[in-house]
């Protein structure tokens, strides 16, 4: 199996912080491989996912991406082979949705019928009427159908990589169980490498293949989530599984 | 003061007309530097400050002054008068652009950085268009400014309004000192109606 990303003994301390957000991690990802990276907020999980599209660089370490070394990459090319989501989404409010996803196909030139097509195609990939939805702008659309769009826009030139910043963080819990499984098929269909950071540990082991745990800084399992289940790695992930365990009976008493 | 007017209507015109042109030709001046500014400023937090810093310095001393301070080295005149807005001008604009740029989403701006923008394209396809209601009105501001610090370029021989203005109050005539204050407010009100418009537009 080829390797995607690796991290090599990386850490990030921002200025001022006593502590580092990312703290020697080593950690390899495999191409085509989903895997969530899951932690309570400031344990270095959207810091470690940011450095892999150079929105932060790391003190010390290096990351390298298929091979590659990315410092040594100019950092456009680096961030265009990467599909990024974040929770905000961050849609373009002066663009249609259509112009939206098509925003890297026509930085990089693509002639206007590709680019039409493409963006249809998308559409109808993530569940969007491209008749209905196409020339609509981003205040028109619910937060669920804006979230799909920015999926739609990151996935525009057919990345390898997508990095998932909570995209679903600010979804309401039915739309967010819906848009987890259409993900799950689209990564079966796809085989893209995915980095999915959430502090829902429900979310990260519905989703991931394999997820990453992380506190203060440090990865402190990294597996499937049933051996995470079974064998937790030490205190704190163990308090993790109770946490999800607790909650499970909490509903169970309603039954 | 009509008749001041039917009697002295050209010179009116004329002083209407050369205040004009001493505004419109400092605001395209300005506009220019300070875009050029700001887009440099959009690099480096630490170039805006020292920027913005210098500026309000400078903006903070009396426009006599200032006027006064320069005529030694660029004499009595038009040029100096425009230079003196021009400056004034790149404190008006260069904050209010900034904070245009600054004030525009950071979801978006981070979206647009990540899925690989240059600096550049993420400023004209993202950042200006977003901040343009901002930017324009940093622009208005300028306006009405320049309009009346020019009138008191007229005191160093500058022309404009402000010359009827100046001969009014030193002769106590009150039609002069009447007419060059309303028409210098006339021109600043009907100038920014249209970058009014132009917003729209």
Not at chain 2, 57 to 85: E, N, W
């Amino acid at each position: 199996m080829n390797t995607a990303i690796e991290f090599r003994d990386v850490t990030k301390t921002f200025k001022g912080a006593s502590y580092s957000a990312v703290d020697h991690v080593s950690v390899t990802v495999n191409e085509g491989e989903f895997v969530t990276i899951l932690g309570s907020s400031g344990c270095g999980k959207t810091t470690l996912l940011k450095m892999i599209n150079r929105l932060y660089e790391p003190d010390s370490g290096s990351i390298i991406l298929f091979g590659e070394d990315i410092s040594t990459v100019d950092v456009v090319k680096v961030r265009r082979r990467i599909g990024y989501v974040i929770q905000q989404i961050g849609l373009f409010p002066h663009y249609t949705v259509g112009e939206n996803i098509a925003t890297v196909p026509k930085l990089l030139k693509w002639d206007k019928e590709k680019t039409a097509a493409r963006v249809d195609e998308l559409l109808e990939l993530v569940g969007l009427k491209p008749d209905e939805f196409r020339d609509r702008y981003p205040s028109q659309l619910s937060g669920g159908q804006q979230q799909r769009v920015g999926l739609a826009r990151a996935l525009a030139i057919d990345p390898k990589i997508m990095l998932m910043d909570e995209p679903f963080g600010a979804i309401d819990s039915i739309t967010r169980e819906k848009l987890q499984s259409e993900l799950l098929d689209l990564h079966r269909n796809m085989g893209k490498t995915i980095l999915f950071v959430t502090h829902d540990i429900e979310e990260a082991f519905k989703l991931g293949d394999r997820v990453i745990i992380m506190n203060e800084g440090k990865i402190r399992q990294f597996d499937t989530p049933e051996n995470i289940i079974r064998q937790p790695a030490d205190a704190f992930v163990q308090s993790l599984v109770d946490s999800a365990l607790a909650k499970e009976r909490f509903w169970e008493r309603y039954r | 003061m009509i008749a001041y007017a039917s009697k002295y209507y050209d010179r009116l015109l004329s002083a209407t007309l050369e205040h004009l042109e001493i505004v419109v030709i400092t605001l395209l001046i300005s506009l220019v530097i300070a875009a050029g500014l700001t887009v440099a400023c959009s690099y480096s937090r630490t170039l805006s400050r020292i920027l913005l810093n210098a500026f309000s310095v400078i903006y903070s001393v009396p426009s006599l002054a200032l006027l006064a301070l320069l005529i030694p080295v660029t004499g009595l005149g038009k040029k100096t008068a425009v230079i003196v807005l021009v400056i004034y001008n790149q404190y008006l604009l260069l904050r209010n652009f900034l904070a245009g740029l600054d004030g525009v989403d950071r979801s978006v701006v981070e979206a647009a950085t990540g899925m690989g923008m240059t600096h550049m394209q993420l400023l004209w396809k993202v950042q200006i268009p977003l901040a343009k209601k901002a930017l324009i009105a940093g622009l208005r501001i300028a306006l009405v400014s320049t309009v009346g610090i020019a009138t008191i370029a007229a005191s160093i021989n500058a022309g404009g309004l402000g010359s009827i203005l100046f001969d009014g109050l030193r002769t106590m005539n009150v039609a002069k000192i009447l007419w060059g204050s309303l028409l210098s407010a006339a021109l600043a009100i009907g100038m920014d109606r249209l970058l009014l418009l132009a917003e729209k537009g």
